[in-house]
Each structure stands twice: as structure tokens, then as C-alpha cells.
């Protein structure tokens, strides 16, 4: 990895860049498609279109936290996914999917419960879990499947 820059994927194309940690407050677009790309260690909310991109074309582990508005657990877990997404930023992308807007997405993926999260890597599913839990065993379990 270059001095200075962590990698990011593309939410529209789903090519992973590098970003240079020093344009704090420049947009930086996609080598490939010239689309804005997220900062490194971002937690963003995205359509299915952009979930699907970054599940066959991020060359990054993808976490995807599927979530519901209305939903205790989800807004418990929100804050340990978004420290999650920091301290693994440049290793690993996080984004979450709101299910209320996409309920087609859960019945795709065969999701039942929210919130859930998942682990893809080079469009291979490598683990869910579902529920809410301890910080610790979200990273940890995390840690294992990238």
C-alpha cells in the first residue's frame, strides 16, 4: 500500500482505489468510472444495486449491515459498526442496507431477522450472523471471515 492512502471501493463500479488520507475535505473520485468514492473507514447506506457491485467487484472483504429503522437492536449495533469500520478502514468495506426501503434484498439474500450482518469477499458469502451483540464478538467474528 502506497505511504499516505488506504484502499476504498467503488459503491457504483466496485473498483477499489486508492485514497489519499491528505484530501480531507476534496471530493476523490473512482480511477474507473470518476464517481465520488466514500472515505476510508465510512459507514454509508446504499441500494441494492451498490451492495450487489461491491459483493462481486470490491477486491476488499465487504461487511454489510442489514438493518431496520425502527429496529432497538440495529440502532444498538450502530455505533460498534461504525468503530468497526474505522479501525479497519483500508482492509475492509462496511455499508448497510436499510431493509424497510429494500425488502427485496432480504428476501434475495435469505435474511429473517435484522439487524444481520454479513461477510462477503470476491462474491463468496464466507459468514452471517444475526442479532445484536458485544463489540468484541462483532470484530472478532469479523476478524476471522476476512
Known amino acids: 500500500m502506497e505511504p499516505g492512502k488506504l484502499k476504498v471501493s467503488c459503491f ?25 468514492l466514500p472515505r476510508p473507514g465510512e459507514v454509508v447506506a446504499v441500494n441494492p444495486a451498490q451492495a450487489m457491485n461491491l459483493i462481486s467487484r470490491s477486491s ?25 469500520a474505522r479501525r479497519r478502514a483500508g482492509e475492509l468495506m462496511v455499508v448497510k442496507v436499510n431493509l424497510d426501503k429494500y425488502p427485496e434484498m432480504a428476501a434475495q439474500l435469505g435474511i429473517s431477522a435484522v439487524p444481520t450482518f454479513i461477510v462477503f469477499h470476491k462474491n463468496v458469502e464466507r459468514g452471517r450472523i444475526a442479532g445484536a451483540m458485544p463489540e468484541t464478538d462483532l470484530a472478532l467474528w469479523v476478524a476471522r471471515l476476512t
Do not use: W
Open 12 to 36: 457504483q463500479c466496485g473498483q477499489t482505489n486508492y485514497f489519499p488520507l491528505e484530501a480531507e475535505n476534496k471530493t476523490v473520485v473512482c480511477g474507473r468510472c470518476h464517481s465520488p
Open 60 to 84: 476488499l472483504p465487504v461487511l454489510i449491515d442489514f438493518y431496520s429503522d425502527s429496529c432497538g437492536p440495529c440502532l444498538m449495533m450502530a455505533p460498534l459498526v461504525e468503530r468497526l
